[in-house]
């Protein structure tokens, strides 16, 4: 028998034992956020953090995760404000 693996939600901070950055109740909410960034994106390219999460209604730790995903590099000053800004209180 295998030993399950605990990974962190990205989104709640919920521990889940499926594969990826979160859990299957965040799955459907995160694939549509993904989609949303994707195409707003190809429109009007990366510019900021801040603008893109301000442009689309996604949160700016989840934009910086977004953009990681499809290799997009983001300033270390912008990066350093989204770790700071990024804390979810449940």
Known sequence: MGIMELNK???CGAFHTNQGDVCPK????????LSKFNSYIEENGFSSIDNVA?????TQKNVARF?????????????????????VFN
């Open 9 to 11: 939600c990205s989104r």
């Open 26 to 33: 965040c799955a459907n909410k995160d694939s549509l956020e």
């Open 54 to 58: 301000n442009q689309t209604g996604i």
């Open 67 to 87: 953009a990681s995903y499809e290799g997009i590099e983001i300033p270390e000053a912008q990066g350093k404000e989204v770790v700071s800004t990024g804390v």
